[in-house]
Every structure is written in C-alpha cells, then in structure tokens.
C-alpha cells in the first residue's frame, strides 16, 4: 500500500473486510440516515462537503465532513443498550481530533430544523 506524506492510511486488509459492509450500509440507510443525508448531499449544508457511512479507522460512522473532522450519528433504538460501547468509539473518534454529534432518530423526524441548526452551529465554530 502507498503512503501519501501526511496522509493516514487505512491498512488494505482492513478496508478489503470493511467495504462490503460499508456497502451494504449505503444501501440501507434508516429512514432518519435517509432523511438527514438528503440535506447533507451534495454539499447542500453551507458548502460542506459531508460522507455518508464513512470509515474512520476501524469505525464506519454514518456521517462525516472530513474537511472539518466533523462526525453526525443518529441513534436508534439499538443505542438505548450499547451506550459503552457508543463511549469508546467516541473517545477513539475525540483522540483523533473528531468532533461527535449525535441525534436520535427521532429528533431528526421531527425536529430537522433544530439538527441542522446544531450541525451548522458547530461547522461555523471552526
């Protein structure tokens, strides 16, 4: 694998594992993943240019804006009973200079406003 000066590289063994399941996520967004993405897309958001089921390290995250090492996650259910697991990949995420936000699905459905509002709030911080 080449190295770019400065760059970080993700292991190709590593990514050879993870792309399929990065894949499959694409294609299987939430509806609150769908909905937010569509706001997101295309650097709709102020010009920011986000990714969507995106790998950082040995995470997929469901929403990142690489240029202001910005992470958006929506939590479902499924969170309610993984919270320390959702702490230390949002430390490792923190390590790394990461900023995490996180909304529930249900914030996104109904108050999409108010997360843009929290997303854009904080890429004007930087």
Avoid at 5 to 33: F, H, I, N, Y
Wanted: aromatic letters at 8%; hydrophobic letters at 35%.
């Amino acid at each position: 694998m080449a190295t770019i000066p400065g760059k970080w590289q993700r292991p190709s063994e590593l990514w050879r594992k993870m792309r399929p399941v990065v894949r499959r996520l694409r294609g299987e967004m939430t509806l609150a993943e769908s909905t937010l993405w569509e706001y997101l897309r295309k650097v709709q958001l102020d010009g920011y240019r986000f990714r969507r089921q995106h790998t950082i390290g040995h995470f997929i995250v469901d929403f990142s804006c690489p240029a202001e090492k910005l992470v958006v996650e929506i939590d479902g259910p499924i969170h309610d009973t993984q919270q320390e697991q959702d702490a230390a990949r949002q430390a490792y995420l923190e390590q790394r200079g990461y900023t995490v936000l996180r909304f529930s699905n249900d914030e996104v459905m109904l108050r999409i406003d108010e997360v843009l509002r929290h997303i854009r709030d904080r890429l004007n911080k930087t």
